[in-house]
């Protein structure tokens, strides 16, 4: 091939390349392995993980300890789906376009919202994009510009991802408060009214349900966007809020599709109303016509991305998750809407099951005992929460998650995560665990 | 439309089988007001309903399993399958990111030596793998760059220079920063425009952001030049690692003089892109700005008496915040999955990662060579003319379609659609836009000779055939040239209420 090119070597394909900034030598690399090679030390490396399906696990915090139907891995790794790029060419991708405008119809029923878009990296860029796009919508009408009221029991994390996506545009963030039972302080969102937006969750991070969101339109009038973060799963029992008000409905979207994967790649979705379409983040994909007048899709209102807009763009998003959203549309039309009402009410039944377990233990306090929640849940122990993970961790189990990691003021707190997977015998290791622990501790 | 999935109208529960609850009447626990009242119209198929569907739907997609799939500046490469085999192992596949370091030490081995392997192919001092997407890199590099001239008290820099010939991405990711950003034009070679950089820069300048070699495929030899001018202005420099394929062991952004610089693990290092995702797109940093980095990083240290257990190589691994973190980009720790396949990836390769640039590098340059040296006997209507002349190109190669528009009308556009008959994907189209009817080609190391030679005669039948034939094309496809005016017209963006099942 050189030859052909009138090239005698490899080198004068780089001569292009000035001598000072080259590189010389081979890289500081170890030696080209074989596949083989790789399995073994991949094995090797994976291997020494602990998987959450090897034991009681309780941990949940965001992402889901799910079950994937065999299917759905199978069938979304066809090489035409997992090897295609973006749909630039609609006419040699209808098929990733025709799933993705199913996906969206799926979502768009699930929360109901008309408008969804094909998928955001995960719940937390989801949410800081809701609010950069609520703000662009409101501000211009609203009595105050730029500002946004969050709920203060967002963890951490998420409102780091958030603070970082708004930080730099203007963007003012004010919080709200919970009330003792961790509901919203609905008094205090009042002063929501006239803002761009408000963000809360439901459930919230302590898997409290709170019926009082069900009334946040008539606390922040109609010019405030209500943007809610969901728990997918709860919607095949909780009434979705594109039914009570909210604008823009966010959420992780991996229970639906694919396992916790160590974080990634898993899913965000992002769903609004028909104020926001021409100005919210992320891929669409609209029904046609081809040139014989038959029906086909293509990627739409491209003019709002960022390879046409530039720096005007609604947002820098180009890759997304397609390919875990594919999952996730797969695993949706397998559930059914009968299928997720069981899923929905096994994870509830779960819930219920180890929170009945764990009252019988004495000197366990629950930190909100009379709200309602759904997968999740706060307990506090007479002592540090680290030390009691530890404990049951040494016991082999995964007994939840040391809330002061992201609180400090809630050293004794463990969130406590269960799934549609949870088992009666999980739940008696995990009080066995727990039981011992306190026996021992002082 | 009869043929979407909301057509499958089966009985309840016809789809697929779960255990009941575990509990009966658990729904009396959640508030009456708050139950969901009609369930959402979601398909009711079976396994094999669904299985036979998404299987049409894949048959209706074009891949680089299909085929040849030259898109410029996206890198469609082989997607070894070694690595999908791999990330189905439990320990990656069922693993939570909050877990404690004990439970996941061969997790962080491998981003340990994915944040290593990084540094030392970019000439950089710390990685960060949270990034979930190249677009998301370069928000993350420039939120870096903002805290660090905040630190020095020169938070007034409010303004980032970009090529007009840059990836869309690198405007907007610096415009979500709150930067404005200060265009500058290319030469007509796309080469930097030293004197446009030098009059765009100033005490306001916070960083330029670039690619090299550059969207055009031709590699900046004066990027030392523009580095120094960015620098004495104390601007910092961003380096776009969308073309990391062309120099891999070749040269390096740091030796370049950058100060930052993303990597696209779904380009350079094989993570397949799935229809447009997930990609992963991690940064390296120079020492002055590793502080600012998102937390966590991986770090280790020898192994200690009281560790339980560890991986086998006498190290422990623990995550590390570091100092001034900007804190979190992504809710977890990245895209984990990828930064696995990307890990198998780069261990085919090892210390020979540069014969992949190199065969890259070969495969652009001799695919160029074919197409501009057709078959005297050939009549062609016209020939492109390229983007940039230049001895030789890098990864990728630029040609406009123009004296092709003005002989017989038919425009890049029309190529591109006319190549998706002959069972290729058509090469990035318009852009960059400074090259008049532009078409993009990158073919990647992972072709062959002879996949090559094909691409080049038939893309010279394009350019001999009737021009009716193609301008009307494609003629093979699924379905003709999709109306994408009407589409935005008409805004039909989900299946209609009431239509289907339920």
């Known amino acids: ?442 | 439309m009869t043929d979407t999935i909301f057509h499958f109208n089966g009985a309840e529960n016809a789809g697929w089988s779960q255990p009941p609850p575990s509990m009966d009447e658990a729904i009396k626990h959640v508030p009456e007001n708050m139950r969901r009242r009609n369930l959402p119209s979601w398909p009711r198929a079976s396994e094999p309903e669904l299985v036979r569907h998404y299987t049409k739907l894949s048959q209706k997609n074009f891949g680089i399993d299909t085929g040849f799939y030259p898109l410029g500046s996206c890198t469609m490469k082989h997607n070894p399958r070694l690595n999908e085999k791999i990330v189905q192992n439990p320990g990656i596949d069922r693993i939570h990111p909050l877990q404690p370091e004990s439970q996941v030490q061969g997790l962080l081995a491998i981003y340990y030596e994915m944040q290593e392997m990084l540094a030392i192919c970019s000439g950089m001092d710390s990685v960060t793998l949270q990034p979930v997407a190249g677009a998301q890199g370069e928000f993350t590099a420039i939120r870096c760059i903002q805290e660090y001239h905040r630190e020095r008290g020169e938070g007034y820099r409010d303004k980032v220079i970009v090529p007009d010939s840059a990836h869309g991405t690198n405007p907007a990711s610096a415009s979500m920063c709150g930067y404005q950003i200060i265009e500058i034009p290319s030469g007509d070679d796309g080469r930097i425009d030293l004197e446009a950089l030098r009059s765009a820069v100033g005490d306001d300048t916070a960083a330029m952001m670039i690619t090299n070699p550059s969207t055009l495929g031709v590699f900046e030899p004066e990027i030392a030049k523009a580095t120094e001018i960015v620098h004495s202005a104390g601007g910092q420099m961003y380096y776009d690692g969308a073309n990391f394929n062309a120099i891999l062991g070749k040269t390096d952004p740091g030796r370049m003089g950058f100060d930052a610089v993303h990597y696209n693990l779904h380009k350079t290092f094989s993570q397949p892109h799935g229809g447009g995702g997930p990609g992963s797109g991690p940064i390296g940093v120079k020492g002055h700005l590793s502080k600012f980095l998102p937390t966590p990083l991986v770090e280790r240290r020898e192994l200690s008496d009281v560790d339980p257990g560890g991986v086998g190589d006498g190290f422990w691994y623990h995550w590390t915040s570091p100092e001034c973190s900007i804190g979190k980009v992504q809710q977890w720790n990245g895209n984990a999955g990828a930064v696995v396949r990307a890990w198998a990836f780069y261990r085919r390769y090892g210390r020979d990662l540069e014969r992949m640039s190199e065969h890259a590098v070969l495969n652009a340059n001799y695919l160029r060579f074919k197409i501009m040296n057709p078959d005297p006997k050939l009549s062609i209507h016209a020939m492109p003319v390229e983007g940039c002349p230049a001895d030789v190109v890098k990864h990728e190669f630029t040609l406009s379609m123009s004296p092709l528009k003005e002989a017989t009308g038919v425009t890049g556009k029309d190529v591109a659609k006319r190549l998706l008959d002959f069972g290729y994907m058509s090469p990035t189209l318009y852009f960059p836009q400074i090259v008049p009817e532009c078409l993009m080609f990158e073919p990647t190391e992972t072709e062959s000779k002879e996949v090559l030679d094909k691409f080049a005669d038939d893309f010279h039948t394009i350019l001999t055939e009737d021009p009716e034939v193609v301008l009307s094309a494609p003629h093979t496809t699924p379905v003709g040239r999709v109306d994408e005016v009407w589409a935005a017209r008409n805004l039909i963006l989900r299946f209609p209420k009431g239509e289907g099942s339920s």
């Not at chain 1, 998928?119 to 949410?127: H, I, N, P, R, V």
């Not at chain 1, 703000?135 to 780091?160: L, W």
């Not at chain 1, 302080?185 to 991070?205: F, K, R, T």
Request: glycine share 8%.
């Open chain 1, 1 to 442: 091939m050189l030859d052909i090119i009138g090239l005698s070597s490899m080198d004068e394909l780089f001569a292009d390349i000035p001598e000072d900034i080259r590189f010389e030598g081979p890289l500081p690399l170890p030696p080209p392995q074989s596949e083989e090679e790789i399995l073994r030390d991949a094995d090797r490396l994976l291997g020494a993980n602990v998987n959450l399906d090897s034991r009681p696990s309780f941990l949940s915090a965001g992402l889901a300890r799910n079950f994937v139907p065999a299917m759905v891995p199978m069938i979304a790794t066809r090489g035409e789906f997992l090897t295609s790029y973006t749909p630039y060419q609609p006419e040699v991708s209808q098929g990733m376009l025709q799933a993705m405008w199913e996906f969206q119809t799926m979502i768009s029923e699930l929360v109901g919202l008309p408008i969804s878009n094909v998928s955001m990296y995960d719940a937390s860029t989801a949410a800081a994009e809701a609010i950069t796009c609520a703000v662009r919508v409101r501000s211009k009408k609203a009595d105050m510009p730029n500002t946004v009221y969050i709920s203060d029991f967002v963890p951490p994390h998420r409102m780091s991802v958030i603070e970082n996506y708004t930080q730099g545009v203007g963007i003012e963030i004010r919080k709200i408060p919970h009330r003792e039972d961790g509901l919203l302080d609905l008094e205090a969102a009042s002063s929501a009214h006239g803002s761009c937006a408000i963000y809360v969750e439901q459930p919230n991070a302590f898997g409290i349900l709170d019926e009082g969101l069900m009334e946040l339109r008539n606390v922040v009038g109609e010019k405030t966007a209500i943007i809610v973060g969901v728990d997918v799963t709860s919607l095949g029992i909780i009434e979705p809020p594109g039914e009570w008000g909210a604008d823009i409905v966010v959420g992780e979207g991996q229970p639906f599709g694919i396992g916790p994967t160590a974080g990634g790649p898993i899913y965000g979705i992002f769903a609004c109303s028909k104020d926001f379409l021409r100005l919210m983040p992320g891929r669409i994909v609209g029904q046609s016509i081809d040139s014989d007048g038959k029906t086909a899709y293509t990627l739409t209102l491209s003019t709002r991305e960022q390879h046409i807009r530039r720096h005007r763009a609604t947002s820098n998003i180009c890759s997304n998750e397609t390919l875990i959203a594919l999952m996730g549309a797969m695993h949706m039309a397998l559930l059914g809407p009968v299928g997720l009402e069981t899923l929905s009410t096994r994870v509830l039944a779960s819930t219920r099951m180890t929170i009945e377990a764990l009252s019988t233990i004495e000197g366990l306090k629950f930190a909100y005992p009379n709200s309602p929640v759904f997968r999740e849940f706060a307990v506090k122990v007479p002592g540090k929460s680290s030390d009691a993970i530890n404990h049951m961790d040494r016991l082999g189990v995964i007994g939840g998650f040391d809330l002061g990691r992201w609180w400090p003021d809630k050293p004794s707190w463990i969130l406590i995560g269960c799934d549609e997977r949870t088992s009666e015998s999980d739940i008696s290791s995990l009080c066995d665990a727990l039981s011992s622990w306190m026996e021992e501790s002082p």
